[in-house]
């Protein structure tokens, strides 16, 4: 026989376990998200991308050196990230969970908002893919393509996202975060370019072989060409306003600033861009870039053979193309520092006066750049691609950067800190140090050293340089081994921008 007291009982003992239940969800959900910690750690430690210290000099023995610090990046623990970085998934899926890894790391709490894998492949990918990574499923979106979208993605992702900028790459490079730090500290520094891209040597030379300038041919012109073609997969940060299509820098008729990188090319997979097809599309994608870009600037719509009203007025769509023929050209090339949120920058000349720059029409720049990698020769473009600026800030002893040509009157080399270091370290003094061979020794002896908190005022440093030997050695032209030195120069300063 059933009671009341016995359905009573038997209430209790549902509603007891539910109540509990109810509690436990209702606290949990008020902690904080717990996400497993990335396995891909030790291999971001064994290949050198996790934050390190490096050491404070290769002095043989530089006691008064005990108490200084390597500059390095100072976290800001105070801001808000404001940076989508997007990855686009094709066939290197491995690739892309350590690429989240490192992009979830703390070390980019400060810029990276949201990790925006967009996947062009057929299989479908979920969180549980990536909780091995390290990355909390409140900072990572994916989007499964319905079908491969190719380049255009990252144009579709970058215009998703909810941040004011956005950093793009592919899935076979990896980019230290320092660099990103570097790349966001100046693309939101008031007046600098939409976009800054991050180039391996053989990159940035093609990149530089390909710009070109065209003079508008009458009144009824609407701007003059200064345009070149850059790489977006290698590390481009832009604001997200401008396009990250194959048409991106050629139609922005800009001539886009880029940096020599210090990346890691990772490969595996299937490229879309590999062998003579992928060569031969690229070269497509250019070509028809251009002639939109010269239809623009003639009469402002990607034909100026249809009627109007018959075609596509591109300028009212896509904001980010300039039609202001005022151009300034810079002296300046630049590469991202190793170690420390930097920037290398310096005036030498690293190509030939005979490099020309000059075209017809736009559609000139695939010929232009053949041509000039014939005037540049072998021997120029080897000497580009294997002692780069880059290779001056990479923090790696054993590689240096040879100049073209022997030093001159007006050479300089400026080190952008992007930051205010002695604000955050309480310094009033920094040095500046070098490695060099005895040679370029002499040539450091004969510099001026000066400092500026804003690249306009600048101040002149009383110290000169003082120079010991290293431990290391290098062959010299006879092929003897010499001593590399290190020199170093102190900065007085109350706060430090610009080095």
Not at 95 to 115: F, M
Request: aromatic residues 10%; proline residues 6%; glycine residues 4%.
């Amino acid at each position: 026989m059933i009671t009341w007291a016995a359905i009573f009982r038997a209430l209790q003992a549902i509603a007891v376990p539910l109540l509990f239940a109810w509690v436990a969800r209702h606290f949990a959900g008020n902690q904080k998200e717990s996400t497993p910690p990335s396995l891909y750690l030790p291999m971001l430690t064994d290949i050198g991308f996790v934050p390190r210290s490096f050491p404070v000099t290769y002095r043989t023995d530089a006691p008064e050196f005990e108490d200084y610090t390597r500059v390095a990046t100072v976290q800001n623990l105070t801001a808000s990230p404001d940076t989508t970085a997007v990855i686009l998934n094709w066939s290197r899926f491995p690739n892309v969970l350590l690429i989240t890894s490192l992009l979830c790391g703390s070390w980019l709490e400060d810029t990276i908002a949201e990790v925006f894998i967009w996947n062009n492949s057929p299989r479908k990918l979920r969180y549980d893919d990536f909780k091995n990574t390290g990355c909390p499923k409140r900072k990572l979106r994916i989007h499964n393509a319905p079908a491969n979208m190719y380049f255009q993605a990252r144009f579709i992702a970058c215009a998703l996202a909810e941040t004011p900028n956005c950093f793009i790459q592919d899935d076979d490079y990896l980019i230290r975060s320092e660099i990103i730090k570097s790349l966001h500290a100046r693309i939101t520094d008031h007046g600098s370019s939409p976009a800054i891209h991050l180039l391996p040597p053989h990159e940035h030379l093609s990149s530089s072989l390909s710009e070109i300038h065209v003079p508008a041919r009458d009144t009824a012109y609407l701007s003059d060409v200064h345009t070149s073609f850059a790489w977006l997969g290698y590390g481009t940060m832009l604001r997200r306003a401008e396009m990250a299509d194959n048409y991106f820098t050629i139609l922005s008729n800009r001539v886009p600033e880029i940096w020599f990188d210090q990346g890691f090319e990772l490969g595996g997979g299937q490229a879309f861009t590999a062998g003579p097809e992928g060569d031969e599309r690229n070269a497509k994608y250019i070509h028809k870039a251009t002639q939109y870009l010269s239809a623009l600037v003639h009469c402002g719509r990607s034909s100026c053979n249809l009627p109007e009203g018959d075609d596509i007025v591109v300028h009212a769509k896509v904001p980010y193309i300039s039609l202001d023929s005022a151009y300034s050209p810079t002296a300046w090339t630049r590469a991202a520092c190793r170690g420390s949120a930097c920037v290398l920058e310096t005036n030498i000349r690293l190509l030939p006066e005979s490099i020309s720059h000059s075209g017809e029409d736009a559609e000139d720049i695939l010929s232009l750049v053949k041509r000039n990698l014939e005037t540049l020769g072998e021997a120029r473009k080897q000497e580009y691609i294997e002692q780069p600026p880059s290779y001056a800030v990479d923090s790696v002893p054993a590689t240096s950067f040879r100049s073209p040509r022997p030093a001159k009157m007006g050479d300089t080399f400026g080190l952008d800190s992007l930051t205010d270091i002695s604000d955050a370290r309480e310094w009033t003094a920094v040095e500046m140090a070098w490695l060099i061979d005895p040679d370029t020794e002499n040539i450091l002896n004969a510099c001026a050293f000066e400092w500026s908190t804003d690249n306009v005022t600048w101040h002149s440093s009383p110290h000169r340089p003082v120079c010991d030997n290293t431990a290391m050695e290098i062959p010299s032209a006879g092929g003897e081994q010499r001593h590399l030195r290190e020199c170093s120069a102190r900065m007085v300063l109350a706060s430090v921008e610009f080095i």
